[in-house]
């Protein structure tokens, strides 16, 4: 199953970004996406940012995916 995660750009250096989802960070390339900023959230597969979102559209997502039990 692939499974695209909505998060926060927290900070960006070149085509590589921090991305930020429930606390927990990590570097992510950029490189698919133009006109990204700090603040904005995107949606990350594998490593990569694929989409770009609205804050309301990431916090219905992220909503969702709070709602799927764990194994």
């Known amino acids: 199953m692939c499974l695209g995660v909505p998060a926060r750009i927290v900070k960006i250096e070149g085509k590589e970004a921090i991305a930020e989802v429930g606390g927990i ?3 992510i390339s950029i490189e698919l ?9 995107v949606i990350v597969h594998a490593g990569f940012a694929i ?17 799927i039990p764990e194994e």
């Open 25 to 27: 960070r990590r570097e």
């Open 33 to 41: 996406l133009n006109d990204i900023k700090e603040g904005d959230w």
């Open 51 to 67: 989409s770009k979102l609205d804050e309301e559209e990431a916090d219905t997502m992220l909503n969702i995916l709070s709602h």
